[in-house]
């Protein structure tokens, strides 16, 4: 796992269309990650024509930040129209312990087989069923916490599960890897984490899952290390954030890559 280049330069050069169901509060900032990053973004949500629209996406990201009863169908056919097709799809489970309605619908999609589950660590505690303190969509537990249920999450589900924070844990229940590239101000601005399960979308289309989801993490957290030298607080870092990923070459992500086996 010392190539993540490998799997940047075949993100770009196939530029995927990722189908994004996100919350109103991602939308934008996602859409021009991706755009940086080398993917090509398109916010689909309606239960109308989500599920064919995934299957024409090269992959589908489905975040539950601000869920409504529509939004969740639409979520719900898009997740199937997906795994008809063959396309893979990425789940992002926000603040999936906090209420009732959140963990309805985190139980519905994982029943749904994603492919890879992308969260904080409380995130991760809670569709693993563990207790978790999450304040809203903010982790409040250290990512070492989830990693054993990451672990069993990626075991019963089928999925690749990816806790972010400081230090991120991949695992897909059998291999693990440890991915210590970021930047403190990268959670002082909100949905860069949407934003990352986005990109992770566009890594895994057509690429194996648990190498190209270690490669995206790798690759943001080193946008966010080259970022913070630019900016002067969180307003100006997640512009330079948007230039870091676009000026990153897949060189420069094997070499800034910091990654381990777990
Ligand atoms: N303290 C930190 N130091 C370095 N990198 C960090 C830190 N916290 C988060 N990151 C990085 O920020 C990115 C987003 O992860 P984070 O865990 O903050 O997502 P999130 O909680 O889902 O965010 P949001 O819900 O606001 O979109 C990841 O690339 C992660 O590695
Ligand atoms: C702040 C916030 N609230 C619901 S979704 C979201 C974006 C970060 O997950
Ligand atoms: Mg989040």
Known sequence: MDDGG????????????VQCI?????????????????????MVHDPEEAAEFAAIAQALTINIG???????????????????AGVPWVLDPVAVGATAFRRDIGARLLALRPGVIRGN??????????AARGKGADSADP?????????????TSGAVV????????????ARAFRIANGHPLMPKVTALGCSLTGVVGAFVAGQPRLEATVAALACFGLAGEIAARAARGPASFQTAFI???HAMTPDDLTLGARVEAA
């Open 243 to 245: 230039d870091a990923l």
């Open 162 to 173: 990816a806790v972010t924070g400081p230090v991120d844990y991949v695992t897909d229940g």
């Open 22 to 42: 996100t919350n109103f509060v991602a939308m934008n900032v996602m859409a021009n990650v991706l755009l940086a990053a080398g993917a090509s973004p398109a």
């Open 66 to 84: 601000t869920p409504d009863p529509r939004w969740v169908e639409g979520m719900l056919a898009a997740a199937e129209g997906a795994a008809r």
């Open 121 to 130: 660590a409380s995130e991760i505690l809670a569709l693993a069923g563990a």
């Open 143 to 155: 990512v070492a916490a989830a990693e054993d249920a990451a672990r069993r999450l990626a075991q």
């Open 6 to 17: 490998a799997y940047l330069a075949t993100m770009r050069r196939t530029a995927p269309l």
